[in-house]
């Protein structure tokens, strides 16, 4: 190295002259104690707000003081919705496991599923008769010579 890039007496190191480095970390410590104050201003908002809105206490809806134990009139429906279900399903299920009349008159009855099963597998399930295939269609049955070109 020649002597003029380095002059004698000074060593190879950093500008100290671009970047002031106590300015840096105190504009860090400013930013973070503004951080703080702004976090505690908005817990203490919040805190106000939630006591005002607790001594507010007011009904929302005046006309309906006093109405909390008043019932719609007759007839009330599904009072108690889960039994209504219980007691849907039994009867459904005493309905599908066991015989009885549909249509007396017509001759119409009906039978538990098993047995319903039961027959199907036995009896087959109804279908239509075939329809006859050995008829030709309607032009194979004329000569070559007097189809239609």
């Known amino acids: 190295m020649d ?4 002059p004698a007496g000074h060593g190879v190191g950093h500008e100290t002259t671009d970047v002031d480095i106590r300015g840096i970390f105190a504009f860090g410590v ?3 104690i503004i951080g703080l104050v702004i976090h505690v201003a908005v817990w203490l ?26 019932v719609p009139p007759e007839p009330r429906l599904q009072t108690n919705p889960r039994q209504d279900l219980l007691e ?13 009349w549909v249509d007396k008159n017509a001759g119409v009855v009906r039978i538990p599923v098993d047995r319903a099963m039961q027959l199907t597998l036995e009896r087959g ?22 189809r239609p070109r």
Not at 88 to 100: M, P
Not at 125 to 146: F, I, N, V, Y
């Open 125 to 146: 399930l109804p279908a239509r008769p075939p329809k006859d295939h050995a008829q030709p269609p309607h032009d194979q049955t004329r000569p070559a010579s007097d």
């Open 88 to 100: 849907l399903r039994s009867q459904e299920d005493a309905i599908l496991d066991s015989y009885g």
């Open 45 to 70: 908002l919040f805190m106000f707000f939630a006591q005002r809105e607790a001594r507010r206490a007011a009904p929302e809806f005046p006309m309906a003081v006093g109405q909390e134990t008043r």
């Open 30 to 32: 400013g930013l973070l």
């Open 3 to 6: 002597s003029q890039s380095h």
